[in-house]
């Protein structure tokens, strides 16, 4: 049982801490934007059993630490059949996961890709302008956003421990 709730715990600490490249969720856009600039990179994985085409739209952006962006992800179901899928995702270095907001994402969501459909999945977010201070982080010069997708119908929950 204590295994099983390890899980689900482990992934909120993440999320609170930045710890493992795990990017914070915000609701809101940051109020100030600094004219330091930083390039943000985007990558995109799919587990070796989905046969799914799944890129960013654009492979890196530079922008203002504290402006928000959105980016896009392509997503084209090549297979024959109906596929339903859901990513997790991270940001490298690690250190930077802890500034890096999101607004709005596709992830840990399951959507449904219907057979040769094409989806656009769009990324919002912004650099928290505390990057800059944190001696850590405060010379980093860019960054990777990574997502992978995974056919949520073979999802083994053994697999993870």
Same mark, same amino acid.
């Given at each position: 049982?204590?295994?099983?709730?390890?899980?689900?715990?482990?992934?909120?600490?993440?999320?609170?801490?930045?710890?493992?490249?795990?990017?914070?969720?915000?609701?809101?856009?940051?109020?100030?934007?600094?004219?330091?600039?930083?390039?943000?990179?985007?990558?995109?994985?799919?587990?070796?059993?989905?046969?799914?085409?799944?890129?960013?739209?654009?492979?890196?952006?530079?922008?203002?630490?504290?402006?928000?962006?959105?980016?896009?992800?392509?997503?084209?179901?090549?297979?024959?059949?109906?596929?339903?899928?859901?990513?997790?995702?991270? $940001?490298? *270095?690690?250190?930077?996961?802890?500034?890096?907001?999101?607004? %709005?994402?596709?992830?840990?969501? !399951?959507? @449904?890709? /219907?057979?040769?459909?094409?989806? $656009?999945? *769009?990324?919002?977010?912004?650099?928290?302008?505390?990057?800059? %201070?944190?001696?850590?982080?405060? !010379?980093? @010069?860019? /960054?990777?956003?990574?997502?992978?997708?995974?056919?949520?119908?073979?999802?083994?929950?053994?697999?993870?421990?």
């Amino acid at each position: 049982m204590l295994a099983f709730a390890s899980v689900p715990l482990y992934n909120l600490f993440c999320k609170v801490t930045g710890y493992g490249g795990t990017p914070q969720v915000s609701e809101i856009p940051s109020s100030y934007i600094s004219d330091k600039k930083i390039k943000v990179r985007f990558n995109a994985d799919v587990s070796n059993k989905l046969k799914l085409y799944f890129q960013p739209v654009d492979r890196e952006i530079i922008t203002k630490i504290g402006k928000s962006n959105t980016v896009n992800y392509e997503v084209i179901n090549n297979t024959g059949k109906d596929i339903l899928i859901t990513s997790t995702y991270n $940001v490298t *270095p690690q250190k930077a996961g802890l500034y890096f907001n999101k607004l %709005d994402c596709f992830c840990y969501e !399951e959507r @449904k890709v /219907l057979a040769g459909q094409k989806i $656009v999945l *769009p990324v919002t977010f912004f650099i928290s302008p505390e990057i800059i %201070d944190d001696p850590n982080t405060s !010379e980093l @010069k860019s /960054l990777t956003l990574s997502y992978t997708f995974f056919n949520v119908n073979n999802i083994n929950v053994s697999n993870l421990y």
